[in-house]
Structure formats: C-alpha cells, structure tokens
C-alpha cells in the first residue's frame, strides 16, 4: 500500500506547509503510510467509531484512521503550524474531521468525543505520553469513555505499561494500566519510520479497559505505588514509611510480606495496600 487516499504524499504536505518537527513539542513525523493503516487497523473496526487522536502533526494518521472508515476523527492539535496541512484532510473527507487547536492535557477529550463508542488513537508526543495515559487510567468514572486506546509510545515506555511483577521495567505505570486495563503491545516501529528519527525504537500499545477492576480509590493506589517504588530497592517496610501513620499495620492489613520489594507486588497486592490506607466507611 504505496498510497491510503489520493491526497499528496506527507513529504510533500510537510514540504509544501514548511513544517518541521518541534523538539520541544516531542514531534517526530511518521511518514510510512503502511505502518499509519497498520496501526488504524489495529483499533479494530472504526465504522461507527469517534477516534479521539491527540498530536496529529501533518495528519498521516489522521488520514489513515479515515481512509479506514473512521465515522469521526477528534484530533487535537497544539502545534498551530500543521492546521492548514489538516484543513485539507476535512476538505477530503467532509463532515468527518474536527481540529481542536490546544493543549489535550487541558482539553475535555470525552466532551469533544461526545456520545457514541468513541476509541483513542494516536503517535503520542513523547513529552506528554505518560501524563496523558496516567490522566486517561484514573479518570473518576469507569468503565471510562473510552472503549479502547490504540497508542504508540517510546518502546521503554510501552514495556514499563505492559510489564509483570519481577520485570525490570515493572512499576507504578504497570500498576495502574493493570489494574484498570488488559494491555499488550501490539508491535515495534523503528526509528527510521520516523522524521526526524528518534533515538529509540517505538511501540504500539492496545488497551482495553476492565469492566469490574478491583475496587479501591484511585488517589490511594497512586500514594502507595509513588511510596513503593519511590524506594523500589527497599523492602516495603521501609518504603512505605513514606505514607506516615504504622507501615507495618498497613502491610499486615493487606496480608503483605514486609519483607518484599515494590518490584514482586501484584495489582492486587498494591489494591490491598490502597484499600488499606483509606477504608471503605462503614454503613450506618
């Protein structure tokens, strides 16, 4: 698949507006438009589908997402120099494409997205990927907005989503996407896919959300997962300490070795110790 619409090829998009890809933005143009329907395709089916795409830069994706059927695209875009370069993808498909100029940590996507089944979609910029995904894991209301994410991230990143207990890369962001998701990584994209190349290889990340996750306040598994892994070396013990109040009572409430480390804790361990540091009140 040379061509996914008969729009200009991105190079000659990107030449054409004088775009470039902002460092400062964490901007890197993926021009392949095999490797945008493939990760298209990799949402599943779109046809009665919003797709909330943040950072669409010149609009591969953007293009790839509705040449895949697409009913709605919601891309949100800061970086007001690719807005032109996006005005021609609505013209092309008419009725199908909204551009938010702004910021998508300060935008109510799922105000934007509307009703419906909405799927978010998007290369994320780097400089803002895990803040947008530890946003999207702990909204308030669950099952959440979204149906699905189909996201790409720096392949460190995606690793650290995706990881099991006694992994390396195992930690706070493994904790969170677990308890609340089912995700894998789909497949890795090289650097050279890229302009300008980054120095790492990237990876696209599918989650689907739980419907019943296990219960405990959001607020309190991200104090003790910051706590545990702030001291991840340290036997929770000590790491917990942290949080004030008896760490050991906290540990033995949760029916917790004191003696393990951060890194061999299951989600349901760290849900324990959440449950355990703010109790449900009692009824009546």
Known sequence: MS?????????????????????ALGQNFLFDLNLTARIARAAGPLDEVTVVEVGPGPGGLTRALLACGARRV?????????????AE????????????????LATDLAAAAGPGTVKIVANLPYN????????????????PWW?????????????????DPGDEAYGRLAVLAGWRTEARILFDVPASAFVPPPKVTSSVVH???????????????????AAAFGQRRKMLRQSLKSLGGDAAALIAAAGLDPTQRAETVPVPGFVALARALTPEPRSG
């Open 74 to 86: 919601v891309a949100v875009e800061r970086d007001a120099r690719c807005l032109p370069a996006l």
């Open 3 to 23: 061509q996914i619409d008969d729009l200009p090829p991105l190079r000659e998009v990107v030449r054409t507006h004088g775009l470039s890809a902002t460092k």
């Open 147 to 163: 149906a699905s994410m189909t996201l790409m991230f720096q392949k460190e990143v995606a690793q650290r989503i995706t990881a």
């Open 207 to 225: 989650l689907v959300p739980r419907a019943a996750p296990l219960p405990c306040a959001c607020a309190a598994l991200e104090r003790v997962t």
């Open 128 to 143: 803002v990927a895990s803040l947008l995904l530890v946003g999207w894991l702990t909204g308030e209301r669950w099952p």
């Open 89 to 104: 993808i609505a013209a092309h498909y008419p009725g199908r494409l909204e551009v938010i100029q702004g910021d998508a």
